[in-house]
């Protein structure tokens, strides 16, 4: 798969997040590079969720952290609201970041453990005020949020992250990254940690939190039932590269490239049809060091050809909003 | 037929500084050669440490009472040194993490091979053939050559592989799976468990497998037993729960998973609340307060684990879904506004 592309991206004024290119190479001791991300590009508009799915080392993680700068990509533009984060000074990128908050698969080590709720919520607030267009007391501003998060503030307040579940502790995570209003939430494995009855009131918690606050969200996951149920768009990642972005509804009704096909027959559902009868992947994951020509997904691709070690395909629009990177996309309905 | 394994009302307790938690509460169940049963619950239902107060595995902080038959002899009661010759050729066992469960400094071939020669007394030619033909088993690639490979040169679903190869080293009758694929990617699980349902069935074992997720044991399985705070509260064939579930948990667990072919936004169909605090229990079933369907008597008596329309199919609950009295437990919580334990009831449901 891969490719590399830009035919996904729109032209509209109400873009909260355009990534352009992204390339992210570590070194490794033995100065080998290992190729996490290859010219990814991808956009957000105001109020939309773009799911992010792949398995591990796909670089869906790597894509989330390149785009606040918690890793410094190594070329490509990451444009928040207008605003190249790559040409500010670390002054302003600081300022900027309170525009992007981040939510993380484990709660509990992602919280504080010497700290109160109250204090670890306030966090973000009491280091940039609580913004221009607000008037309301901090005080009131803060019980509002750990109540939007389903928690009660009266007996929440004062207490320490080791008193709670872990289902309560992403709330408290969801409820200090809305602090700020931020106009971009990140979400790397929000729900992966948690029981599933828990994972459901997360993913109903978010979406009515999407709904009250008009978040614009990157929800990055391994569980394709999870992305769906969450996201507007979702982006298909392997080994670095995009396979297929579409439509929540259109990609697990219409899956275009074999990778997607695979995933989706993967998945085990209680008492469910797949949508895509079983395909088989064959062999491992090929080393980001020495990733393969061409297509990357094509060494374990049931419908590779000479080509795909060749030329590398190019994200391709095969209908509107759908688009997919593959020389031999399946394009009958499933 | 007499069963494989005869699991007779297992309790286990664990001492700790703030008091006693009976994390397992009366669970029996048996397995008959050649058959899987999947046990089923989210963190806490006590699932893993009832297979592990059954392979004896657990320190000594916890008490087990109860018998754990196999072949008629009571395993819980072998010594040391009887368990150790036990242990591998009549029962084995593949757990999560593989990283945890292979010795770093090991070769993979002697991780294999260490089994055989001391079980079976094969010599050390014999065992290196054996183990090829059991890497080859398990579908990895060139196995003559990853015998001298250490475990942190394989991916992880190759590392499952192979602790599955070791855990079939010595042909046991009983392997116990607990969440075997919980840490690998959804196409490596896929392998595994398929990977697992043709050895269960090639070398005719029985099987446990252990999942908190209901999907992987749909369809690879025989029967299921679901867990809940200690208890067994549901247990039937396999096709049966899934057609026609009885317990209200298990029907409310299934609702809450996001499902693949359900459009976009779907609400999902949360349970409100978490599981009991398993120090602090108080009478009646223990996800009455959770329950859509709850009524008064849920909060004073407990349930008993008793047959539903079949003998096979055990359900812990007294307003089962599907069912009139179940039914009727709904609407009249519906019309109230609430149920008995306080949880919202659900809107969904019925059928």
């Known amino acids: ?334 | 037929m007499k069963p494989l394994l005869d699991v007779r009302d297992i309790r286990t307790t664990f001492q700790t500084n703030d008091g006693a938690i009976r994390a397992v509460d009366g669970v029996s169940f048996t397995l008959e050669a050649g058959r899987t049963i999947g046990i089923v619950g989210e963190s806490g239902s006590g699932k893993s440490v009832l297979v592990r107060s059954i392979m004896g595995l657990l320190g000594p902080s916890a008490t087990v009472e109860g018998e754990v038959l196999m072949d008629g002899r009571d395993i819980r009661q072998l010594s040391r040194l009887e368990a150790r010759h036990f242990w591998g050729p009549e029962i084995a066992m593949v757990f999560q993490d593989p990283m945890t469960s292979l010795n770093p400094v090991k070769k993979i071939g002697t991780a294999i091979t260490e089994s055989m020669r001391f079980h079976l007394r094969l010599g050390g030619a014999e065992a290196r053939r054996r183990a090829i033909e059991l890497l080859e088993q398990v579908g990895i690639p060139a196995p003559a050559r990853r015998l001298d490979d250490y475990p942190h040169q394989l991916s992880g679903g190759m590392r499952q592989r192979v602790t599955i190869a070791m855990a079939l080293a010595c042909s046991p009758k009983l392997l116990i799976a607990d969440e075997p694929t919980t840490a690998l990617d959804v196409t490596v699980q896929k392998q595994i468990l398929d990977l697992l349902h043709d050895l269960q069935r090639e070398f005719r074992m029985g099987m446990i497998l252990i999942t908190h997720d209901l999907g992987v044991v749909s369809g690879r399985t025989d029967e299921v037993m679901v867990m809940y705070a200690g208890q067994a509260v549901e247990r039937a064939p396999t096709s049966t729960l899934f057609e026609s579930v009885r317990h209200q948990y298990t029907a409310a667990l299934l609702r809450s998973i996001p499902r693949i072919d359900d459009p976009s936004h779907t609400r999902l169909d949360a349970i409100v609340g978490r599981p009991p605090d398993l120090r602090t229990l108080e009478s009646g079933c223990r996800f009455a307060p959770r329950c859509a369907a709850a009524q008064h008597r849920c909060l004073t008596d407990e349930p008993e684990f008793v047959p539903h329309d079949v003998p096979e199919h055990q359900v812990r609950c007294f307003f089962p879904v599907g069912t009139p009295e179940g039914h009727r437990a709904l609407s009249d919580n519906q019309a109230a506004g609430h149920a008995a334990g306080g949880a919202p009831p659900s809107i969904a449901v019925a059928g």
């Open chain 1, 1 to 334: 798969m891969a490719g590399t592309g830009t035919a996904h991206l729109r032209d509209i004024d109400d873009l909260v997040l355009r990534v352009d290119d992204l390339v992210v190479e570590f070194a490794t001791p033995d100065r080998q590079v290992v190729q996490a991300v290859s010219g990814v590009s991808f956009d957000i508009r105001e109020g939309e969720t773009l799911g992010i799915v792949g398995e591990s080392g796909c670089g869906k993680s790597t894509v989330g952290r390149a785009v606040v700068r918690l890793i410094q990509p190594t070329s490509g533009t990451v444009v928040l609201d207008g605003v190249d984060l790559g040409r500010l000074s670390s002054e302003k990128l600081r300022r900027a970041r309170t525009q992007m908050q981040m939510i993380f698969q484990d709660p509990i080590s992602s919280l504080n453990p010497r700290r109160k709720v109250r204090d670890i919520v306030a966090e973000g607030i009491s280091i940039w005020g609580a913004g221009p267009d607000d008037g309301t007391d901090p005080e009131a501003r803060l019980d509002e949020l750990i109540a939007a998060v389903g928690l009660d503030p009266e007996a929440t307040r004062h207490r320490r992250p080791h008193q709670f579940s872990g289902g309560q502790c992403q709330r408290v995570c969801i409820a200090r990254a809305l602090a700020l209003r931020p106009k971009l939430l990140i979400c790397d494995e929000p729900v992966s940690a948690l029981d599933v009855s828990v994972q459901a009131q997360i993913l109903n918690l978010l979406a009515d939190l999407k709904q009250a606050y008009r978040l614009t969200m990157l929800f990055i996951a391994h569980d394709l039932a999870v992305v769906k149920n969450i996201s507007d768009r979702v982006l298909v990642m392997y080994l670095g590269k995009i396979c297929e972005v579409a439509g929540a509804d259109d990609l697990y009704a219409l899956p275009a490239h074999p990778y997607t096909r695979v995933l989706l027959a993967s998945i085990p559902t209680p008492g469910a049809q797949s949508p895509v009868d079983d395909v088989q992947i064959r062999g491992e994951l090929p080393s980001p060091l020495d990733p393969p020509s061409g297509c990357r997904f094509r060494t374990r691709c049931p419908n590779a050809t000479g080509v795909c070690a060749e030329v590398e395909p190019q994200l391709v629009e095969i209908r509107p909003g759908h688009v997919v990177a593959c020389h031999h996309p399946v394009l009958e309905p499933a």
